[in-house]
Nanobody, 121 residues
Framework: VQLQASGGGLVQAGDSLRLSCVAS????????MGWFRQAPGREREFVAA????????NYADSVKGRFTISRDNAKNTVNLQMNSLKPEDTAVYYC???????????????WGQGTQVTVSS
């Protein structure tokens, strides 16, 4: 199983970024897909999740209204559109595959390698 995240970078506050994660080696469409992030010196935290049929999404309060998670089961891809970025969004972002609502790390079985997002003020 491989989850390959991409799309990170260095942007200014207020800018947008789109993260993508391509999955291989697993039946993508049966999994809840999620994004987590980890800032320096902090624990990894939940960002967003989308269930297998794209019928339900969950977001951390800190990103609601700014981030949008989506998936394309035909392309084994999950995306995270991040708008109105803030310096506090700076972190390594990880995609993951699991089950259920997907708001906690324990729901996930597979993790990608992470992509760095840095937002300057």
């Amino acid at each position: 199983v491989q989850l390959q995240a991409s799309g990170g970078g260095l942007v200014q506050a207020g800018d947008s970024l789109r993260l993508s994660c391509v999955a291989s080696g697993l039946p993508f469409s049966v999994y809840t897909m999620g994004w987590f992030r980890q800032a320096p010196g902090r624990e990894r935290e939940f960002v967003a999740a989308i269930n297998r049929s794209s019928g339900r999404t969950n977001y951390a309060d800190s990103v609601k209204g700014r981030f949008t998670i989506s998936r394309d089961n035909a392309k084994n891809t999950v995306n995270l559109q991040m708008n109105s970025l803030k310096p506090e969004d700076t972190a390594v972002y990880y995609c993951a595959a699991g089950y259920g609502a997907g708001t906690t790390e324990t729901a996930y079985y597979y993790w990608g390698q992470g992509t760095q997002v840095t937002v300057s003020s």
